[in-house]
């Protein structure tokens, strides 16, 4: 069943909400299948109403700033993704051992991904020896709105913290809204450690324990577990939009990857 639906920003993705109109393409996103379940998805579609996918089909700069596509609003539980492995990529509830993931708590910050980048798992990271996590590489952005679920937004890196999950590397680019008060006063990750102190702190912590309550370890952190500056962030983005391109192109195996060509 097709719905178009609206939804507040504290789980679910919104359906036919405009986004962000200088992103490649896309104009809006629609909804498919019923809130709270599995079939739920979140589409992204063309000004003709056809699919396309939000990790492909959308530009990974809006002039000197980055798209971010946002799947989890900030204050959000429900565990949103976009499908690497599902036709046209919709946004979509994790799931876990049959059952639709929830955060035991909610996140702080928005999350979602930078399109058209792509951790590669063939790749081991020369100083972390670990392989990518085969997903687009995560953005957590902290100003002071929460992002509407399937919305695009041009974002600023600040700086990167490497995570590693599970031995896979998990990069988390800290990035702020171009459109947020505080963009103008953050330029570097010490900005924001003067600025918003405690704040990278907190998602170091949050993102190093929030699967302990389902008997998970937790996450570790490399580079002794500094927030690298903003130089290093816009070096992970562009290698992981090489991999992207490398994915795209065949000359990287894609796997079950959903590619688009």
């Known amino acids: 069943m097709l719905a178009l639906a609206a939804r507040g920003a504290s789980a679910f993705a919104a359906g036919a909400r405009r986004v962000s109109a200088t992103a490649l393409r896309a104009t809006s996103t629609v909804v498919e299948g019923e809130e709270g379940t599995e079939s739920y998805a979140q589409y992204f579609v063309d000004a ?28 959000g539980t429900a565990k949103m993704e976009v499908d690497t492995k599902g036709e046209n990529n919709p946004i979509v509830q994790d799931m876990k051992k049959g059952k639709l993931r929830f955060y ?11 399109p058209q980048t792509w951790e590669n ?23 002071s709105s929460a992002l509407v679920p399937g919305s695009v937004t041009p974002v600023k890196p600040l700086g990167v913290l490497a995570m590693i999950d599970d031995g896979e590397l998990d990069w988390k680019v800290v990035a702020i809204a171009e459109s947020d008060p505080l963009a103008k006063e953050l330029d570097d990750i010490a900005d924001v450690e003067a600025k918003c102190p405690g704040v990278v702190s ?11 309550p389902d008997d998970k370890p937790i996450n570790a952190f490399g580079f002794d577990e500094e927030c690298l500056p903003k130089a290093k962030a816009v ?13 795209r192109d065949g000359s990287i195996d894609a796997g079950k990857l959903w590619k688009g060509n």
Do not use: Q
């Open 235 to 247: 070096e992970v983005i562009e290698e992981t939009h090489a991999s992207w391109k490398g994915l």
């Open 48 to 75: 003709d109403g056809s699919k396309i996918s939000p990790w492909h089909d959308i530009s990974l700069m809006d002039g000197d700033a980055y798209n971010m596509v946002t799947e989890i609003p900030k204050y």
């Open 202 to 212: 907190g998602i170091r912590e949050w993102f190093r324990w929030y699967k302990t």
């Open 104 to 114: 035991h708590g909610p996140i702080f910050w928005n999350y979602g991904c930078l």
């Open 121 to 143: 798992p063939n790749e081991e990271h020369p100083v972390l020896k670990c392989f990518g996590d085969d997903d687009p590489i995560d953005v957590v952005e902290i100003g």
